[in-house]
Nanobody
Framework: QVQVVESGGGLVQPGGSLRLSCAAS????????MAWYRQAPGKERELVAH???????TYVDSVKGRFTISRDNAKNTVYLQMNSLKPEDTAVYYC?????????WGQGTQVTVSS
């Protein structure tokens, strides 16, 4: 049974930084890709960043230059370094990895950017 667990969310002031982590367990090989999504109140869930097994990355335009996705294949862990945070980054952040249907999802971690 694959389990996906996010951590690292919290309350931060505008301009601050946070680093999210997501550990996937219950599988003996590295995932072809890993991704971070977010969902703000009243909005649809959106893809924030995506990374392939060989390290190719893509980002939603609103976070380019501020967020960095990385991964540790040996640990099946993916990270999201978030710098220069803005109030509009406030959302629940979810980790997603390949699996049946829409893949496996974590429970989410809340990120709140507020002064």
């Amino acid at each position: 049974q694959v389990q996906v667990v996010e951590s690292g969310g919290g309350l931060v002031q505008p301009g601050g930084s946070l680093r999210l982590s997501c550990a996937a367990s219950g599988i003996s090989f590295s995932f072809n890709w890993m991704a971070w999504y977010r969902q703000a109140p009243g909005k649809e869930r959106e893809l924030v960043a995506h990374i392939t097994i060989d390290g190719r990355t893509t980002y939603v335009d609103s976070v380019k230059g501020r967020f960095t996705i990385s991964r540790d294949n040996a640990k099946n862990t993916v990270y999201l370094q978030m710098n220069s945070l803005k109030p509009e980054d406030t959302a629940v952040y979810y980790c997603n990895v390949p699996g049946p249907g829409a893949g496996y999802w974590g429970q989410g971690t809340q990120v709140t950017v507020s002064s």
